[in-house]
């Protein structure tokens, strides 16, 4: 059997005094891991300093083949999968690739993203999806929102049932996708 890497959603069960979260512990072991992060201000001795801190504080995405991380489940209890909603038997969360890399993109490489739940996402802006060309998102495909008369476009990067990104900028060019 030829499994393959996928991207699975998971859960960080550490609280507290905790010194490290769980995808910087499976990140010293070699493993792909990402989360989305903010920065957020935090007073140290008479300073403010700015830290980059998990957006929710348990949630992870791990990307491996799902035979390899069965065993660290069972053997480890930091960590667990995400469950699809209204499905029998329960099935983890997993996400796209494509969907995945566009999102770590915006994260990364957008000037200000903001986190919103998937259900969050505009009504209107769900039929157009489109493809960015050109710029510092070059490639990435989303659902886009525009307002009459405004230079600035939000584009919207979903991770189906997990949660969107959106950010606000001017693109060069736009391509309509079906």
């Given at each position: ?29 070699g493993?792909?891991t ?8 935090v ?27 069965e ?96 950010v606000?900028?001017?693109f060069?060019?736009?391509?309509l996708?079906?």
């Amino acid at each position: 059997m030829d499994e393959k890497k996928q991207w699975f959603v998971m859960r960080d069960l550490h609280r507290g005094a905790s010194a490290k979260y769980m995808y910087e512990e499976l990140a010293s072991r070699g493993f792909e891991t990402y989360t989305p992060t903010v920065k957020i201000p935090v007073k140290r001795k008479l300073k403010t300093v700015i830290v980059e801190r998990p957006y929710i504080r348990d949630l992870f995405f791990l990307r491996t083949i799902r035979s390899v991380i069965e065993p660290l489940i069972t053997s480890y209890s930091g960590f667990q999968y995400r469950y699809r909603l209204g499905v029998s038997p329960p099935a983890p969360l997993i996400v796209p690739d494509k969907a995945m890399d566009d999102f770590i993109r915006v994260n990364r490489d957008a000037d200000s993203p903001s986190f919103i739940p998937s259900e969050d996402i505009p009504m209107d802006s769900r039929n157009r999806r489109i493809r960015v060309i050109g710029g510092p998102l070059d490639g990435v495909e989303g659902l886009l929102k525009t307002v009459r008369g405004s230079k600035f476009k939000t584009l919207y990067v979903e991770l189906p049932g997990v949660m969107a990104v959106s950010v606000v900028c001017q693109f060069e060019y736009i391509q309509l996708l079906d």
